[in-house]
């Protein structure tokens, strides 16, 4: 029986605070930032997935973004090194949550540094963007814990966005989806498909056909319906502002054992 769950995380109290790095700060509504979080776990839960809530960080404003913290591959949990120095403490109750479900524990350790938010797993090809939040000591380490497990770990670079996956994620069959203004190199990925907004190129595969996106991407919407898929839609905009988006408010976990 295949499980599926996903970690969250509750927004911190001084969300309106977080990190903003590549676009320009905007204020932050955090009322309607607690009711977007609560439709985002919620759908989960309609999707079918068992929502696993790590404890809250009031004093850490961006760790509503759970999976930077964490990297999942198969039972092993790579626990990050973020390279924001602020975030560092967001990954305590993290590993110990992972921990407690039977998770093989390995670690990001400094001069490494690596954002969850930096990796997109496609099969046993692990992209993994040099960012300005992950490094060359980062991905190397990476390489070396998921390697023997028989990933593939390419490194990609990523100058004009935060991370790896605010310019790419990848369908269910693999193929690659990024806004082309922020990719970097489209070449650098087996298949890969231009998206026509940016919040298009960040998708949750929840399972089956249906795609986990953003509702302000209603091109991108009939796109994926074109290709087949059932796009499931939910508002993120305070989340956006501080350049997160749908992937990053969880980290799903699938295949480990109830």
Same mark, same amino acid.
């Given at each position: 029986?295949?499980?599926?769950?996903?970690?969250?995380?509750?927004?911190?109290?001084?969300?309106?605070?977080?990190?903003?790095?590549?676009?320009? $700060?905007?204020?932050?509504?955090?009322?309607?930032?607690? @009711?977007?979080?609560? =439709?985002? +776990?919620?759908? !989960? /839960?309609?999707?079918?997935?068992?929502?696993?809530?790590?404890?809250?960080?009031?004093?850490?404003?961006?760790?509503?973004?759970?999976?930077?913290?964490?990297?999942?591959?198969?039972?092993?949990?790579?626990?990050?090194?973020?390279?924001?120095?602020?975030?560092?403490?967001?990954?305590?109750?993290?590993?110990?949550?992972?921990?407690?479900?039977?998770?093989?524990?390995?670690?990001?350790?400094?001069?490494?540094?690596?954002?969850?938010?930096?990796?997109?797993?496609? $099969?046993?090809?692990?992209?993994?963007?040099?960012?300005? @939040?992950?490094?060359? =000591?980062? +991905?190397?380490? !990476? /390489?070396?814990?998921?390697?023997?497990?028989?990933?593939?770990?390419?490194?990609?670079?990523?100058?004009?966005?935060?991370?790896?996956?605010?310019?790419?994620?990848?369908?269910?069959?693999?193929?690659?989806?990024?806004?082309?203004?922020?990719?970097?190199?489209?070449?650098?990925?087996?298949?890969?498909?231009?998206?026509?907004?940016?919040?298009?190129?960040?998708?949750?595969?929840?399972?089956?056909?249906?795609?986990?996106?953003?509702?302000?991407?209603?091109?991108?919407?009939?796109?994926?319906?074109?290709?087949?898929?059932?796009?499931?839609?939910?508002?993120?905009?305070?989340?956006?502002?501080?350049?997160?988006?749908?992937?990053?408010?969880?980290?799903?976990?699938?295949?480990?054992?109830?």
């Amino acid at each position: 029986m295949t499980s599926r769950r996903a970690l969250v995380r509750r927004p911190s109290g001084q969300l309106a605070q977080g990190i903003v790095t590549h676009i320009e $700060r905007r204020p932050i509504d955090t009322a309607l930032a607690d @009711r977007q979080w609560t =439709a985002y +776990v919620d759908t !989960l /839960r309609r999707e079918g997935w068992q929502t696993l809530e790590v404890p809250a960080a009031d004093d850490c404003p961006d760790s509503v973004f759970v999976e930077d913290t964490i990297v999942m591959f198969r039972n092993v949990a790579v626990v990050s090194h973020p390279g924001a120095e602020p975030r560092r403490p967001e990954i305590l109750d993290v590993e110990k949550t992972v921990e407690a479900l039977g998770c093989s524990i390995n670690r990001i350790r400094a001069p490494g540094t690596l954002d969850g938010g930096d990796v997109l797993k496609v $099969r046993d090809t692990v992209y993994v963007g040099r960012s300005g @939040r992950t490094n060359a =000591a980062g +991905v190397s380490q !990476l /390489r070396a814990i998921l390697g023997p497990l028989g990933a593939t770990v390419v490194p990609v670079p990523i100058t004009r966005a935060l991370h790896l996956k605010s310019a790419v994620t990848a369908l269910p069959d693999g193929t690659v989806v990024g806004y082309l203004p922020i990719v970097d190199d489209p070449l650098m990925f087996d298949r890969f498909m231009p998206v026509p907004e940016e919040s298009g190129a960040q998708v949750v595969l929840l399972g089956g056909n249906r795609l986990l996106v953003a509702a302000d991407c209603p091109r991108s919407h009939e796109m994926f319906s074109d290709l087949g898929y059932e796009p499931v839609i939910v508002d993120v905009s305070e989340f956006q502002k501080l350049e997160g988006s749908v992937t990053c408010l969880s980290v799903r976990l699938r295949n480990l054992a109830p």
